[in-house]
């Protein structure tokens, strides 16, 4: 939050709608005391795509783990101590030398909030909901992230419940790096499915 | 992948993406949301997507941050 407040510009349409929410719905106590600056500062700094990198790496070096998070992404998850809203039913799904996954939400943002942050602009975006489930191989190489034509691809569409998270393939050559440092490796997209590492 | 990465950066959400949101008005009306699926809905996010389905498919076009605030706006509405 800035302390700004100076130079305040006029409210837009939306800006003015937004703060007539705020008004009625903390006049009816639903908001508490530092709400909104708590959630904000949690989205803006603690949850992202670095926790769900912690993950990838985590299950790229211990292969036990690896196979509780295949099992009950949701548990694996909170054994690192992630989870929360849009995490309660998390399902793991794992890249393979013949297998590429990715995750779309046709209908609206659906994305898990707690390994990935809020979602991109463009995952909300109408073409991306459409163009992934219709057009997977064609939308992906316009992407950056071109598969071999025989190389299957599976769109997983998060429904009301399930949230799914891709565990991307450990790139070659990384044997000899720490969990950390593989961590740093481990991309947003990558996660998502719309690149490779 | 060859060389080793440095971590500076890791525990920044925007690492390797934009910023959770783009204006101080997007996070006040996605906190609101948060606040009111806690409060009056028990933490039960369904009602709240229903609405933001609706919401963007009534105007495909229209910004997100705008869909998500129209969404709440009529799940407010229907508040007892």
Redesign the interface.
């Given at each position: 939050m800035s302390a700004g407040g100076h130079h305040p510009a006029p409210a837009s349409p939306v800006e003015q709608r937004v703060a007539a929410l705020e008004a009625l719905l903390t006049e009816r106590g639903l908001v508490p005391e530092g709400f909104i600056e708590e959630i904000t500062r949690r989205y803006e700094s603690e949850i992202g795509p670095m926790n769900g990198a912690k993950v990838v790496a985590r299950a790229w070096v211990d292969p036990q783990y690896r196979q509780r998070l295949l099992a009950d992404g949701t548990a694996a998850i909170a054994e690192l101590g992630f989870g929360g809203p849009e995490g309660d039913h998390m399902v793991v799904v794992q890249n393979t030398p013949g297998v590429h996954n990715v995750i779309v939400c046709t209908l609206c943002s659906c994305y898990p909030w707690p390994v990935l942050g809020l979602p991109p602009a463009w995952y909300k975006d109408p073409p991306y909901r459409a163009r992934m489930v219709r057009e997977p191989r064609t939308l992906l190489a316009e992407m950056g992230c071109p598969l071999p034509t025989d190389a299957e691809i599976r769109v997983w569409d998060s429904s009301a419940e399930v949230r799914y998270l891709v565990l991307p393939e450990r790139p070659p050559g990384t044997e000899g790096i720490t969990e950390a440092e593989l961590a740093g490796l481990v991309t947003r997209d990558s996660m998502i499915g719309t690149a490779r590492l | 992948?060859?060389t080793?990465?440095?971590?500076s950066g890791?525990?920044?959400?925007?690492?390797?993406?934009?910023?959770?949101?783009d204006a101080?008005?997007q996070?006040?009306?996605?906190?609101?949301a948060?606040?009111?699926?806690e409060?009056?809905f028990d933490g039960d996010?369904?009602p709240f997507?229903q609405q933001?389905?609706a919401a963007?498919?009534a105007q495909?076009?229209r910004p997100?941050?705008?869909s998500w605030?129209a969404a709440?706006?009529a799940l407010?509405q229907a508040?007892p």
């Open positions: - | 992948m060859s080793p990465l440095s971590l890791l525990d920044l959400p925007r690492r390797n993406g934009e910023l959770a949101f101080p008005w996070s006040t009306v996605f906190a609101l948060a606040a009111v699926i409060h009056a996010r369904e997507r933001l389905i963007i498919a495909p076009g997100y941050w705008e605030t709440l706006e407010v508040l």
